[in-house]
């Protein structure tokens, strides 16, 4: 028995009945709310200083298409957490009564039917997600898609065919080629979008606080997926452990994971 495998029995003979995790959905919304806040008035503190309204410059650009996409989840899931952030709130009233995205919203939404590997496509959930500021960045920026919602079924087979190059989606497909991930997306449209300036601009140092405002709103995005997608971060409790038990196999898991199975 190494000196690592000692540690870890001394640790489940030790503390296993002394330490319970508290996992429910209720317990780790606490948790990830406190830690959203502070990333929360950050933005907030951005948003009062910009003169504009806009995250960068003195346009719309797609960090503010993607930050009124968060937004809207959090209207939806955890309006609790933003409903004092005046200035987060005013952004996404402001991006909501743009002209083009008032009007995309009048409209109906049920997608344009099947795949068919012709010029730009996006492919996602018939749902708001981390899609909805594609499509409103399509939308404003005038560029003309096909708004494939599909269903889990049909994500899978998807997969099946390897049409999905990180086994999920979002995934925009141009003449059949396939680009993931939500942000490469965004940057994609923007640099393609028509409208005056555009929304992803060919200036080096603007582009780069835009990418640096991408990053810092997925950041935020995360523990949000962590809250209604633990499978997607490797751990999913469906009930609250009721003794140190859970501990013990928990503990037993991190020692398995990490020392018997990684390399030495």
């Not at 898609?145 to 049909?154: A, E, G, M």
């Not at 393609?192 to 200036?203: A, N």
Request: proline share 5%; hydrophobic share 35%; charged share 25%.
């Amino acid at each position: 028995m190494d000196d690592c495998k000692v540690f870890y029995v001394f640790v489940l003979d030790t503390m296993a009945d002394k330490v319970v995790y508290n996992n429910t959905q209720s317990a780790v919304q606490g948790r990830v709310g406190s830690v959203m806040v502070k990333k929360l008035a950050k933005f907030d503190e951005m948003l009062k200083k910009s003169t504009s309204g806009y995250l960068v410059g003195d346009s719309p650009t797609v960090a503010d298409f993607c930050f009124f996409g968060m937004t809207s989840i959090l209207q939806e899931r955890m309006k609790p957490l933003i409903i004092n952030y005046t200035s987060i709130i005013a952004h996404y009233q402001k991006i909501k009564n743009m002209k083009s995205i008032d009007q995309y919203y009048k409209e109906e939404h049920k997608g344009d039917g099947p795949l068919e590997k012709k010029g730009l496509e996006l492919v996602y959930f018939d749902s708001v997600g981390r899609a909805e500021s594609i499509r409103l960045a399509c939308r404003h920026g005038n560029i003309t898609f096909r708004d494939i919602r599909v269903n889990q079924d049909t994500l899978t087979k998807m997969k099946e065919e390897g049409l999905v190059p990180f086994g999920q989606l979002p995934v925009m497909f141009i003449d059949g080629v396939p680009l993931a991930q939500s942000i490469p997306i965004l940057r994609y449209v923007g640099k393609l979008s028509t409208c005056t300036p555009q929304l992803y601009p060919s200036d080096d140092l603007v582009a780069a606080k835009i990418d640096a405002t991408l990053a810092q709103i997925g950041d935020l995005v995360q523990p949000i997926s962590v809250l209604y997608h633990p499978e997607h971060h490797g751990w999913k409790l469906d009930e609250p452990p009721k003794s140190g038990e859970n501990t013990k196999k928990k503990c037993a898991y991190t020692y398995e994971r990490h020392y018997v199975g990684s390399p030495r």
